[in-house]
C-alpha cells in the first residue's frame, strides 16, 4: 500500500541553524501539507502546497518558514534560523484531491537545542 | 483557538465493550469530519470520515455519528480490542477553503483486556 514517507525520522540541531525536513509523498496525489505537533498538545496546520504554489498557510508559517517541490517526488519544509520553541514533530500529508483524506507521514521529530 | 474540542484526555474500557469518543466544533463552516488514530512515534493514521450532508458513516467495527444542530461528532467502535489502544484525534476541515485540518486535542483510548 502506497504511503508517505520522511526523513529523517529524528533531527537535532543547534539554535539559529537550518533544518530541511524532507517528505515523498503518495505518487499520485496533488495536494500536499505540513502539520507539526509539540509535545503534548494537538497536531496543528501549518502549510498547504498545490500546483507548486502555497495555497493557504498559518501564522506558526511566518518568514521563517519555506516549502518546496524540487522535483516530482519530494516535498521539503525549511526552518531557515530554528528557534527553541520550533521543537516538534513535523507531519508531512498528501491528499489525491481536497476533501480527500490526507494521509500522513510517520513524523520527524526536530529538537533544537 | 479552540474550534475543534475533544474534552476526554483519556477513557478506559473493557475489551468487547463499545467505546465512544466524543468532539465538538464551533465553527459552522465545517463541513468535513475525520477521526485519526495515532499511535507514539508514528503519524496519524486515517480511520473514517464523515461529510456534513450525512449524519452516520459505517466501516466494520468503526461508526462516526454527526449532530450538525449540536456540533458533535463521536466515533464508536465496537467491539473494543487491545490493539484499539491509540489516541484518537477528530478533525474538521472547511468548504471552500484547501481542506486543512483543524485537529482536536485527542483522547487516549486504553482496551483492558
Known amino acids: 500500500e502506497p504511503e508517505v514517507t520522511q526523513t529523517p525520522s529524528h533531527q537535532v540541531t543547534q539554535m539559529g541553524q537550518e533544518v530541511i525536513l524532507r517528505c515523498v509523498p503518495i505518487s499520485n496525489h496533488l495536494y500536499f501539507y505540513w502539520y507539526r505537533q509539540i509535545l503534548g498538545q494537538k497536531v496543528e496546520f501549518l502549510v498547504s502546497f498545490y500546483n507548486n504554489e502555497i495555497s493557504e498557510k498559518s501564522e506558526i508559517f511566518d518568514d521563517q518558514f519555506s516549502v518546496e517541490r524540487p522535483d516530482g517526488s519530494n516535498f521539503t519544509l525549511k526552518i531557515r534560523s530554528t528557534k527553541l520553541e520550533d521543537s516538534a514533530m513535523y507531519f508531512c500529508?498528501?491528499?489525491?484531491?481536497?476533501?480527500?483524506?490526507?494521509?500522513f507521514g510517520p513524523g520527524t521529530r526536530l529538537t533544537v537545542l | 483557538d479552540q474550534q475543534v474540542k475533544q474534552n476526554s484526555p483519556s477513557l478506559s474500557v473493557q475489551e468487547g465493550r463499545i467505546s465512544i469518543l466524543n468532539c465538538d466544533y464551533t465553527?459552522?463552516?465545517?463541513?468535513?469530519f475525520l477521526w485519526y488514530k495515532k499511535y507514539p512515534a508514528e503519524g496519524p493514521t486515517f480511520l473514517i470520515s464523515i461529510s456534513s450532508i450525512k449524519d452516520k458513516n459505517e466501516d466494520g467495527r468503526f461508526t462516526v455519528f454527526l449532530n450538525k444542530s449540536a456540533k458533535h461528532l463521536s466515533l464508536h467502535i465496537v467491539p473494543s480490542q487491545p490493539g484499539d489502544s491509540a489516541v484518537y484525534f477528530c478533525a474538521a476541515s472547511a468548504v471552500g477553503g484547501t481542506y486543512k485540518y483543524i485537529f482536536g486535542t485527542g483522547t487516549r483510548l486504553k482496551v483492558l483486556a
Open positions: 465553527n459552522s463552516m465545517f463541513d468535513y
Open positions: 500529508a498528501s491528499s489525491l484531491r481536497t476533501g480527500n483524506e490526507q494521509f
